[in-house]
């Protein structure tokens, strides 16, 4: 059993506390930028989320859905040496086969990941979300809820591929995009910014 903080306090908090308990390790409770707040879900808030020193010999995961947030804590926590908690949903389908999941990072209830893929670290795979094989996703990745990555795709760091969005197969994403709710991605994209539509296009 692992000893486990969460860093946040939102709705994906709540999730990633479920995979903790689902998972049958001991949630310890959490830390927040939220200072109103004494306790979250019936567990206590143990301070505020640069107060981490104290659970040093714990291991952390943070529950934040912005990439730069989230890699903001997680740069300033990794100088400290702090040990991160990889969260996978025991409904998570994780392929066996030359599958990797970085440190720190999030796979939801009923998520598939396909063989050779690889996801980075501090990632977020979101419920019902699909990886299929041979895909690259970069550190700090959102992959939304529903959201369908064919085979060999490759996603660039920070980037949100939003809630029921759809890329082909062997398409490239590079690092630092937006990609809508429900659009649908056929070509590769080069250049950062938010991409919407069927097919997806950057908007400004």
Request: aromatic share 6%.
């Amino acid at each position: 059993m692992k000893n486990v903080v969460i860093i946040g306090t939102g709705g994906h908090a709540k999730v990633v506390a479920d995979i903790v308990l689902s998972s049958k390790d001991h949630l310890l409770g959490f830390l927040t930028s939220d200072t109103g707040i004494k306790s979250f879900m019936g567990w206590p808030v143990l301070g505020r989320d640069t107060e981490y020193e104290p659970f040093l010999q714990h291991q952390f995961v943070v529950a934040i859905g912005n990439a730069v947030a989230r890699e903001r804590i997680v740069s300033s926590m990794n100088q400290a040496n702090a040990k991160w908690y990889t969260a996978i949903h025991p409904s998570a389908m994780v392929s066996a086969v030359h599958s990797t999941i970085g440190e720190g990072s999030v796979v939801m209830p009923y998520a598939v990941i396909n063989p050779c893929a690889q996801i980075g670290a501090h990632c977020i795979v979101n419920s019902n979300a699909t990886v299929e094989h041979d895909n690259q996703i970069g550190d700090f990745v959102h992959i939304s809820v529903g959201a369908k990555l064919a085979g060999t795709v490759v996603i660039g760091r920070r980037t949100w591929v939003g809630v029921g969005a759809a890329v082909r197969d062997k398409v490239r994403i590079c690092q630092d995009c937006m990609i809508g709710a429900g659009a649908v991605v056929v070509k590769n994209i080069e250049v950062p910014g938010i991409y919407v539509g069927v097919p997806a296009r950057r908007v400004k």
